[in-house]
Each structure stands twice: as structure tokens, then as C-alpha cells.
């Protein structure tokens, strides 16, 4: 089975938001099962009512510098291509889930000033930017680097209405 969601960037991976790879015991899970709601507080981030939707996962590109790895887990660099069933939907209330390459997603986010998001099932890429959220568009970005600083992992997640 193919993994999915390292969103960051997720949207951030899981740890880059949602690497397409095959699954085996020895890889982390890439989603967070909690069923706690996070509390959005809409002054932090004038746009939520724009984020609150259902998006279609247009394109979704992994660049690992050097192995980056997480939980002894190397996410592979890719650029996968969103397919019809590719979705991920943000609530009002924090919560997001959705599915990338027949892998469910499932967790939650929070917002915060400068257009920052945080997804839950990204822990590699908890802080990450918001680059253009407009009715029809959103695009996520979020970097991590290695505690040596040496390696690095970047994702960008771009979605449709």
C-alpha cells in the first residue's frame, strides 16, 4: 500500500506531508488517530473561513536534502500527482482528514499569526506557511532540517477547490 501525508506538509511529511511509497512495519504512521478538536481562533488568521473547505490535492513534491530522517524513517523526494479521490478537508474546528494515494488522513491543525499552520500527523513539519489561500487555491510549505544541520526535508502542497 502506498503511503501518503508527510503534509505537511502536509501537508508536512509524515513527516513530509504524504510520501508515496510502500508501507512496511519498519515505517512510522503517517496519521494521528486523536479525536481532539483543536481550537481555531480566527484573529490569529483573518482567512479561516477560506481554509474551511474541501480541497483536491493538485500536486504534492517532497525534496529530502542529504536523508533527512525521522524515527528512523527516510521520506523519499517525489512529486506525486493529486488523482480524482485526493482530498483533504480542514473544519472550522481544527480538525483535517482526508486521503493521498488511497492512504487516509486524519488529525488536526492549528493556525497561528504570519499565516502559520501546524498539522498534527506532520510532527517533522509542525510549522508551516500558508503561501496562498484564496477561494479556489491553497498552497502549504514546510521545511524541517536535521539535528546536525546538515540534512533537510521541504514540502509543498498545493490544492484546489
Request: proline fraction near 3%; glycine fraction near 8%.
Amino acid at each position: 500500500m502506498k503511503n501518503s501525508l508527510f503534509l505537511f506538509l502536509i501537508l508536512a511529511g509524515g513527516y513530509a506531508i504524504l510520501p508515496a511509497c510502500r508501507k512496511s512495519t519498519a515505517q512510522p504512521s503517517h496519521t494521528d488517530s486523536t479525536t481532539t478538536k483543536t481550537t481555531v481562533d480566527s484573529s490569529t488568521f483573518a482567512s479561516v473561513s477560506l481554509l474551511a473547505a474541501r480541497w483536491s490535492i493538485v500536486r504534492d513534491t517532497v525534496t529530502n536534502v542529504n536523508n533527512y530522517t525521522i524515527d528512523f524513517y527516510t521520506p523519499p523526494s517525489r512529486n506525486y500527482v493529486g488523482g480524482s479521490t485526493d482530498y483533504v478537508s480542514f473544519t472550522t474546528g481544527g480538525v483535517i482528514s482526508g486521503s493521498e494515494d488511497s492512504v487516509a488522513i486524519t488529525g488536526t491543525y492549528t493556525l497561528s499569526a504570519n499565516k502559520g499552520i501546524a498539522l498534527s500527523m506532520l510532527p517533522a513539519l509542525s510549522h508551516a506557511t500558508i503561501t496562498t489561500l484564496t477561494s479556489d487555491s491553497l498552497t502549504i510549505r514546510g521545511t524541517a532540517t536535521g539535528g546536525n544541520g546538515s540534512s533537510s526535508l521541504a514540502e509543498t502542497i498545493y490544492l484546489k477547490r
